[in-house]
Each structure stands twice: as structure tokens, then as C-alpha cells.
């Protein structure tokens, strides 16, 4: 544990006016934490089926402010981006998360376009980045933070788009927790938080899908 954390968790205690947990209170945490035990799940998206979960999600999205288009296949994903922007007068460029999921994108079919694959820096207007999950109970995307998906793409530029495919959306946070646990081969400690916020206004995709989704933009696609 860092002295830094020491210090906040002996802040917290001594405003509590007590010391370090017993022994046997603290194994009983972390018990809990090497469990991984579910919270309640809402029946509502967990009975769904996929195309159940991606209508809901989308619904969920887009009563806040959320906007949602879908493509039929992921060649058709530079175009439907090269549309969007031109419809709200967005400059035609964008800087892309350097993820390999999103190699398979032809931006060479919109020449027009340019692409810049990195981070995202202060006079960036639009990015673009992969999407981890989405959670059809309560519209939100879950946004996985890495070299290939640095976090300044989430928040910095004023669009965000979010590529997401309909495989990937789940029921709830818990099976989004799982596919983070997964993701990360985490079995006995737990997850670092994501970004995961809901949205507030922009659009993103859903697999064949873009919705609109995440707090630090004005919009995302």
C-alpha cells in the first residue's frame, strides 16, 4: 500500500475515531473481495435476449439525449462516420484510439477523412475509440483505459464517437465487472474502476449500432 493511500485510509479512521479493522473483520472483507459476489441483477434486461438488450440499450441511450445509427457491417463504419460529421458541421478529422479492434475500419474509401491515431490533445474535436461493453439496464458505456485506448480520448474533445458492436452488449454492471475481470485475468483482486459513464449527449455504435454516450463531450456518436 502506497503512503499516500496510508495516509487518506488513516484520515478516514480518525474522523471514524478508530484504528485499524480486527483481524477477523478484515478477513471477512477480504473474503468478500477475493468472491466476486453479484449484486442484485434487475430482472428487466437479465430475461432479454441479445436483440432484446441491444433494443433496450438503445431506448436507455437515447432518453438521454443519446443518438443512434446502424450499419450492417463494419465496412460500412467510415462512412457513416464521414455522414455524421458532415451533418453537423464538424471538421473532417478526427483522432482514432490506436486500438487493434479498430484496424479493420476502410477509411482509405473516404480519402477525404483524415484519421490520426493517438491520443487525444486540447485542439482535438472529435475522437474515436472502442467500446469494452454497454449495459442495456442502464445505457451506459463501459470504456476500457490502456495504451490502445488512452482516457484522453474520452473526455478531451467535444465529440466522442464509440464504436460498439451488438455482441457486446450486456445485461448488467455485474456482467460487465466479469468481462473486465476476464479481460484483465483478475481472479482474487479487484477490478480498477473504468471510465464507464452514462451518456449525457454525442452518439456511439452499436455493433451495427452508434449511439450517442459519455459524460465528457457535448456529444458522442
Not at 193 to 199: A, D, G, K, Q, Y
Request: hydrophobic fraction near 45%; charged fraction near 25%; glycine fraction near 8%.
Amino acid at each position: 500500500m502506497s503512503a499516500a493511500r496510508d495516509d487518506i485510509l488513516g484520515g478516514i479512521r480518525r474522523a471514524l475515531r478508530r484504528g485499524p479493522l480486527p483481524a477477523d473483520k478484515t478477513a471477512e472483507l477480504v473474503e468478500r473481495v477475493v468472491a466476486h459476489r453479484r449484486n442484485l441483477v434487475p430482472a428487466r434486461a437479465a430475461a432479454l435476449d441479445r436483440a432484446g438488450r441491444v433494443d433496450l440499450f438503445v431506448t436507455m441511450a437515447e432518453e438521454v439525449q443519446t443518438t443512434v445509427a446502424r450499419v450492417s457491417s463494419e465496412a460500412d463504419i467510415a462512412a457513416e462516420v464521414a455522414r455524421y460529421l458532415a451533418a453537423e458541421n464538424l471538421p473532417a478529422e478526427l483522432v482514432a484510439a490506436p486500438d487493434p479492434s479498430l484496424d479493420a475500419i476502410p477509411w482509405d474509401t473516404r480519402p477525404l477523412l483524415h484519421i490520426r491515431r493517438g491520443r487525444a490533445a486540447a485542439e482535438d474535436a472529435v475522437s474515436l475509440t472502442p467500446c469494452l461493453a454497454a449495459v442495456a439496464e442502464t445505457g451506459t458505456l463501459m470504456l476500457a483505459s490502456g495504451v490502445g485506448t488512452p482516457t484522453t480520448l474520452n473526455f478531451l474533445p467535444d465529440t466522442h464517437i464509440v464504436v460498439l458492436h451488438a455482441g457486446q452488449v450486456v445485461a448488467s454492471y455485474e456482467d460487465g465487472w466479469d468481462l473486465i475481470r476476464a479481460r484483465a485475468g483478475l481472479s482474487s483482486n479487484p477490478p480498477p474502476p473504468p471510465p464507464s459513464p452514462p451518456p449525457l449527449a454525442g452518439e456511439g455504435r452499436v455493433g451495427a449500432k452508434w449511439g450517442l454516450a459519455t459524460r465528457g463531450p457535448c456529444r458522442a456518436r
